[in-house]
């Protein structure tokens, strides 16, 4: 049997963590010594250019140089002090292990710490060295096949000045005997050590072509492909490191996006970008790409293909030239004695008309030219362009304007959805034979959003593309007061005022809001949690990184693709793991996304993560289902094989054969253990977990994709596969999960 490989016992990576944490100590010790000095000099600044002469005479020359040089010592100090208290956290990033012994240079090794900005101890030697310093390159370039003498590149994950976790790759396929490793490099330096030189050839071959799509060109769209476990994300974050270096002028500024399928997969792969620079690096997942909002909720997959296909672009652009439900539907006022009258018909037309050529929330002023000119087609008597002005400077027709015509929020715009007749209106043709059951689908959706005040992921993609189509959310000018009109106090925390609002209609309170004293209110409606804040313009980026891309829906690639339009991008996928049911759409939306640029693709083949008999156990299954899947090769075995048991369709049956998995992998592998399993029997599964130590999680078959564990516990796989957008493939993601061991309940 082979060994666990990729296994560090606790004992070895406490001691690893205790050494880095050390380190770490004294680095914040020299820090605290640098603000103080800092803030000497500023001290010493502010007490330049001081005179105590009371006269109004002009200043003497030398008073003018001390008033010079204190603004000069105070500026400067004053910088200094803000970049040592606003890099305070997660100072220390990196580390690396160097051998110059090729270089002509003493053989011992040496050791350089990264972070995010140097730091000299009271010898001036350098303690930490600022990622930006040609020092600290070999951090973001080296590799397996071009190492710059890097034998260990390490990864400090901290929280606050405490280092909670490390993480090691290997630049050489031969690691020193005494060089400790943790984390995939432990594996790759394991695979070498314990299988000869057969398996040094298979690490070599993986790490150079995994070397390749690191440095390849940065322009037009770089694919990255392969089946689980093959190291598809940790090359793409890869590139993004190297990019970001070797091209830093051009990605600091416009920005690189990665993008994963859920807020688990992000906060899991922060670990590996630590160093990237806040400002630089926007980590997001398909729920909170759009600035104002934030979902978590997942859709049923019936309602997901309803909400994510491109049939939706035509239910928005019908949607989008609807009038605002509450809108007023007739115009009656006098002008230059002319009584008006606009019936729904006139309106109708007049909103067409401005809608042909411009987006609602930025045509007021043209919305009411229009009115003008439909209101004298109706008179034809007196001077035209005197009627118009009348018309346009009308109080009576600008309150009208304010109703008819009001920016609006495209989240709002969205919600108009959630009343069933309205939407069988509006989908009317678009889903062909199915356009009932389609109407009857986004209504029901909505509504529940509406009744849980949570937006689902799905409806991200489908608010950004109505802020497209709408135009940028605007306030209009405010009307004219009169000179004893008392303004409205719209909110009482700028006076430092906690305040309590309640909004009444009739007899039942409708809103109940309490502000936390810095203007920000926590809303107990849930109309109004869906509407707080506002939704901000997509940006641009330089580069978009996308992760599990086989996942997205094609209004989900439009959204990308209006963020990333002048950008290049890394793509990571494997077909087989989708969850989409309909790729040749999705493959439609996604080429118009990437424009007209040059694609390549690398390959990537090897299965490194998975015990070679739990990969061949979610072979067998996908294999089913998708008879051409890429299978990559798995090359570590453990000689276990994974265990089936049936247990009844009970809660407590079932959460008593969780409980006894969980207690046999525990002592089976002394890293993380995770319960995957469907949203039918989570909340029983919860109190379960919770009997457990910190390294036992729950999570739903989605939110897994992307991450991994040294054991894992799938619970009743044919539920998995009936709640889930692509059903079998969803479930091939779950049991590919597990490193080590892997117990699968079967639910009769």
């Known amino acids: 049997m082979e060994p666990q490989v990729s296994e560090a016992t606790e004992d070895v990576v406490a001691r690893e963590i205790a050494v880095e944490q050390a380190h770490v100590d004294r680095v914040y ?199 689980p476990g093959t190291g598809k994300t940790v090359v793409a974050l890869h590139r993004a490191a190297y990019l970001l270096y070797s091209d830093r002028r051009r990605f600091e500024s416009g920005g ?42 997942v859709d049923s997959p019936e ?89 346009i400077d009308s109080t009576d027709v600008e309150t009208f304007a304010r109703q008819w015509w009001r920016p609006v929020d495209p989240r709002e715009v969205l919600l108009w959805l959630a009343e069933p007749q309205f939407a069988a209106r509006v989908v009317g043709s678009a889903f062909d034979g199915e356009h009932e059951a389609a109407a009857e689908t986004l209504s029901a959706s909505l509504r529940t959003a509406l009744h849980t005040g949570t937006w689902s992921v799905a409806d991200v993609a489908l608010v950004d593309e109505l802020a497209a189509k709408l135009g940028q959310m605007v306030d209009l000018p405010s009307e004219e007061r009169g000179f004893y009109e008392i303004e409205e106090l719209d909110n009482a925390a700028q006076y430092g005022t906690s305040a309590l609002r309640v909004g009444v209609d009739g007899d039942e309170p409708v809103s109940l809001a309490v502000s936390d004293g810095s203007g920000e209110r926590i809303s107990h409606d849930p109309q109004e949690r869906l509407m707080a804040g506002r939704v901000t313009a997509a940006d641009d980026y330089a580069h978009v990184l996308v992760d599990e891309a086989q996942d997205l829906s094609p209004m989900q690639w439009r959204m990308l693709g209006r963020r990333g339009r002048w950008a290049s991008w890394t793509v990571v996928g494997d077909a087989a793991q989708s969850s989409w049911p309909d790729p040749e759409e999705s493959l439609t939306a996604r080429e118009e996304a990437f424009g007209s640029t040059v694609r390549r693709g690398f390959h990537m083949q090897t299965n490194y993560r998975n015990a070679r008999e739990i990969f061949e156990y979610a072979e067998r299954l996908i294999r089913r289902y998708v008879p051409d899947a890429d299978i990559p090769e798995a090359v570590r075995e453990t000689g276990v094989d994974p265990v089936e048991i049936t247990v009844d369709a009970d809660a407590e ?44 999680a729950l999570i739903d078959p989605l939110s897994s994709k992307g991450l991994e564990w040294d054991a894992t516990v799938v619970v009743d796989p044919d539920e998995i596969i009936a709640e889930s957008p692509g059903g079998p493939r969803v479930l091939y993601v779950v049991l590919t999960r597990a490193a080590h061991r892997m117990t699968v309940l079967q639910v009769r």
């Open 29 to 227: 010790t020299e820090l605290a010594k640098a603000v103080d000095r800092a803030q000497l000099v500023h001290a010493e600044g502010m007490s330049r250019g001081q005179t105590d002469r009371r006269g109004t005479g002009d200043p003497r020359e030398e008073e003018l140089a001390g008033l010079f040089e204190r603004d000069a010592l105070v500026y400067s100090a004053s910088r200094r002090t803000a970049s040592l208290q606003n890099q305070h956290e997660g100072l220390v990033f990196g580390r690396l292990d160097l051998d110059h012994a090729d270089t002509g240079e003493q053989a011992d090794r040496e050791i350089r710490y990264i972070g995010r900005l140097g730091v000299r101890d009271d010898e001036y030697d350098p303690l930490v060295i600022d990622w930006r310093a040609p020092a600290a390159a070999p951090f973001y370039r080296a590799t397996p096949v071009e190492p710059h003498g890097v034998v260990r590149r390490r990864v400090l994950r901290s929280q606050s000045e405490l280092v909670v976790g490390i993480e090691d790759d290997l630049m050489v396929a031969d690691p020193p005997p005494d060089l400790v490793v943790v984390g995939d490099g432990a594996l790759i330096a394991a695979l070498s050590r314990t299988r000869g030189q057969r398996m040094r050839d298979i690490v070599a071959t993986i790490q150079q072509h995994q070397d390749e799509a690191i440095r390849a060109d940065v322009r037009g769209v770089t694919e990255i492909t392969g089946g």
């Open 256 to 297: 690189v996006l990665v993008v994963g399928p859920s807020a688990a997969y992000t906060a899991y792969i922060e670990r590996v970008l630590p160093g990237l620079g806040e400002d630089s690096v926007v980590l997001r997942s398909m729920g909170d790409l759009v600035g104002g909002i934030t979902a978590t909720r």
């Open 303 to 391: 309602t997901a293909a309803v909400k994510g296909g491109l049939r939706m672009r035509q239910v928005l652009n019908r949607l989008v030239r609807e009038p605002i439900p509450d809108a007023p539907d007739l115009l009656r006022v006098f002008v230059a004695g002319q009584a008006i009258r606009l019936e729904a018909a006139d309106l109708n037309r007049v909103r067409r008309t401005v809608l042909r050529h411009h987006q609602r929330n930025n045509s007021f002023d043209v919305a009411v030219r229009e009115l003008a000119e439909a209101a004298w087609a109706s008179v034809r008597e007196g001077d035209r362009e005197q009627f118009l002005d009348k018309f």
């Open 653 to 696: 049956a079932i959460s008593g054969a969780v409980a006894e998995a969980l207690a046999g992998l525990s002592d089976q592998v002394a890293g993380s253990v995770a319960v995957i399993a469907p949203r039918k029997w989570q909340p029983e599964l919860s109190r379960v977990v919770g009997r457990h130590d910190g390294r036992v």
